[in-house]
């Protein structure tokens, strides 16, 4: 057996079963494997971000890590935003770049680059198999290393490690659970919850899942604490029985005014808030000076344990969630940020998930959508743009015919357009809600905030306008059919009948 | 004055006068200065790699550097694959990259990344300038380390630096000229021309002017050696009046089979030929092994100087170049890699620019086109596919009304189509002949070397059908004219009108 079929056998093992690929030249020796050894479903991206976008939107969903296969150093290199995004949500990837033999490397091919060094930024992980002998146990660590942080396990395959014979399969590794929660923590936030006065308990990753969501409710009844979310997250159970939970702020004044009473905030898996960016005489910490940062759990601990021991601590009775009052209806009229919000409330089918790339647009969108059925959202957590389609991509791919909505800025869609290519070939559940306001809305708010009005230059540079770029010929251009909307009930009607589709249908959305 | 507006005057008094962006929050200040300083062209692409591949084609046909505008780390990283292009095609790139303010950094936002460690692997110089009156002079020095290298000089502004007063306007600093030859390697290169049987003359690089030609047809004229060019070429002067230069072959067997006679191999300016892959059972050189290798001039001497004192040592007689026949004509009927190159070669106006990411379709265009006007011919250098329509935006930019043929595979074109609004926004002459084989071609004939028909699984990661992409649709969905041939006369037509249009058209041509 050659590495690449050591490779392709031990991820099979190891409960790796999706590939999200663009591969090249060096890898098509595992191309080969993943062609003869059945198990592997392979998924096709014409871009390489949108393939590690993909992988991140897959594990938010599948709660297990798919693997990637990209191609050399520069293949990874155009893959890295959205590994940086999936950096910041905390996903598993087995991410396995191709790269030159290790005997050809010495001689500097065009292609050679430092592929470790791309990756090591965005990994918990790196190794280079530098012998098919090692290709199997190594992918099995990569496993395991990707499992348990969770994070991106970055594994290299020179193509003579994947050629040559003498591959071994390895067995899976095991992987640890997450930490359990400290008893001092535990305590400590209880002592904290009982004495204190204008407490925050600021939930963040696994803390967001509706059991965990529910013990924090729980808490927060029995003391009077605030609860929060994180602004940026990977995913977030929302919707009719589920906590009615509000983000914290993206703009910054917004963000100061909205902690500015807090005295203590309890992290839950969470970090204390700071601003997305620095702005010249603001505070970078968003949070009071004085107030007290106490850690319930930290990010590789066990939330929903954390919670539930503090729940016991407390001795907190059940509390029901409230019933967040009827579901919305379809909005009409002009586009507005609320009536888009109440219009995917009206719509989003139960267990749905919603891929929210919506930047400057949505930031108001949870206060409508609380009483749609239960669904997940899922958040660009980098900031990197470019995440959303291939985001709701990879969702669809793991949600196994759950429709994903993806509520989607243009600037930031133009980043990995390409990924509506693979929803068409891969005829996926996703309606993509394209917010095309042809310019970067949030930069131009930005430019104010420097104290001028941007002149011709500066709106060369923020202005997607001249030409107006027609989404619809875009999407049909890659396979999917699409429809423009002036208006929310055109947008609803649109929206409602892509739910009863197989593929994937685009609404350009004029805002 | 604050850093950024010194960064903007510095970048114009050291003569870089275009800035290819896509800015972001980090950038607002950089943004403003470009807009309130009068002097500098901003070009807009709506992904890096756009913005990183015009800056290489700028550079290759202005031949000073542009600069860029990229936001943060993740903006740096979508940039790589064109970076890396860049470096291999040894282009001077002033490489601008915001981000996070000084202190802001250590609270770990968001977009916060390991931005040096992208920058490194590309970069001859990287540096970030963390003082608002360091600016200035960081970026004079970076004007002269991507000028002389010639290379990709990264320079990392902080936000604070930016809008923090303090801001230095700093002087030019001197670019020194390129080395002059080794007076030793001219003599040890004339010895071997003189005495040697079976010499081959490597040009690469700056030896592919029209002047260095003309001067190595000399030396080959006395003395009976042959030349060749590199395979990858940044630019090459080609057409009548030029030297009828082919290229190293990429094919390994075929590469080996011609070079397979040469006793000794003189570089100019080049790399001895390597495989572009390594390949089972086949020999990383593709020169013979006991062919001894004469470097005349390293890539960063002075190539024609070093061909001018060969010449006068070899004291090798004026020699004009063959006339290489009549224009070929528009070709009919089915398209063919020389049909296409012979209508490329019967249309291309005089000072015309051809940026070829042709791929496999394109390995035998220079035969067909040495009788077409004088012309420049620009190639992807680095591999890292995705170049062509970026490459072919930035050297439309620098070309000033010089007519630009994009040959552009339609695999390789998915990477960086964004770069399609750009020639539409800034009404850029440039025609594009995407070759549509609905295929990762090249990657289907590797899949045959590694001794296998693809299978289903196999297909599904090489095959770009199901659903076809249709490049009018999204040519025409980012502001771009385009109408579809599948003959090559409805290509030559086609092509021909586009010529005498001020903006861009695109031809999809189904091959």
Same mark, same amino acid.
């Given at each position: ?195 204190? %006065? ?133 909005? %009409? ?179």
């Amino acid at each position: 057996m050659n590495g690449a079929a050591s490779l392709v056998h031990t991820l099979l093992k190891s409960g790796v079963d999706t590939c999200f690929a663009n591969p090249g030249t060096s890898e098509m020796h595992f191309v080969a494997a993943l062609d003869q050894i059945p198990g592997m479903r392979c998924v096709l991206g014409l871009q390489e971000n949108v393939v590690t976008g993909m992988a991140d939107g897959y594990y938010r969903i599948a709660g297990k890590p798919a693997c990637t296969l990209l191609h050399c150093g520069p293949g990874l290199a155009n893959g890295l935003g959205n590994l940086h995004n999936a950096r910041r949500a905390r996903s598993a990837i087995v991410n396995v770049v191709g790269d030159q033999a290790t005997y050809h490397r010495p001689f500097d091919a065009q292609l050679t680059a430092d592929t470790e060094g791309f990756a090591r930024p965005v990994s918990v992980w790196t190794r280079t198999s530098t012998e098919a002998a090692h290709v199997g146990p190594d992918a099995a660590v990569a496993v395991q290393a990707a499992r348990e942080a969770p994070g991106i396990a970055t594994l290299i395959l020179p193509s003579d490690s994947s050629w040559n014979e003498g591959g071994v399969v390895a067995e899976p590794l095991p992987v640890a659970a997450r930490g359990a929660p400290d008893p001092a923590a535990v305590k400590g936030a209880a002592r904290v919850l009982r004495e204190g %006065r204008n407490v925050l308990v600021l939930l963040g990753g696994v803390a967001l899942t509706d059991a965990a969501q529910l013990l924090a409710w729980r808490v927060a009844q029995a003391t009077g604490a605030a609860l929060l979310a994180e602004m940026s997250n990977a995913k977030i159970a929302r919707g009719r029985g589920r906590v009615a939970l509000e983000r914290v702020p993206y703009v910054a004044d917004v963000a100061i005014a909205a902690l500015a009473r807090f005295e203590h905030i309890i992290l839950v898996n969470a970090k204390a808030p700071v601003g997305f960016f620095a702005y010249p005489g603001k505070p970078s910490r968003h949070y009071p000076e004085n107030a007290a940062i106490h850690v319930l759990t930290r990010f590789e601990q066990d939330a929903e344990a954390g919670l539930r021991a503090l729940v016991e601590e407390l001795g907190a009775p059940e509390a029901a969630v409230p019933d967040p009052g009827p579901r919305p209806e379809v909005a %009409r009229g002009a586009p507005t940020p609320e009536g888009l919000a109440r219009t995917v409330a009206a719509l989003v089918p139960e267990g749905g998930i919603v891929a929210d790339e919506s930047v400057s647009f949505g930031r108001g969108f949870y206060k409508e959508t609380h009483a749609a059925p239960p669904h997940d959202w899922i958040h660009l957590t980098g900031g990197a743009i470019g995440d959303g389609i291939p985001l709701a991509t990879g969702a669809a791919i793991a949600g196994k015919g759950r429709r994903v909505i993806n509520l989607q800025a243009d600037g930031s869609a133009m980043y990995s357009l390409q990924g509506l290519w693979t929803q068409a070939r891969e005829k996926l559940p996703v309606t993509t809600v394209l917010l095309s306001n042809r310019k970067y809305q949030i930069l131009i708010g930005e430019y104010h905030g420097v104290g001028a009005n941007p002149g011709r230059t500066a709106m060369d540079m923020l202005d997607l306008g001249n030409p107006d770029l027609n989404w619809v010929s875009i999407a049909n251009g890659m396979g999917v059919e699409a429809a423009r909307a002036t208006t929310l009930e055109q947008c609803g009607d649109l929206m409602a009948q892509s739910l009863s589709r197989d593929g994937p249908f685009l609404i350009e959305l004029v805002i």
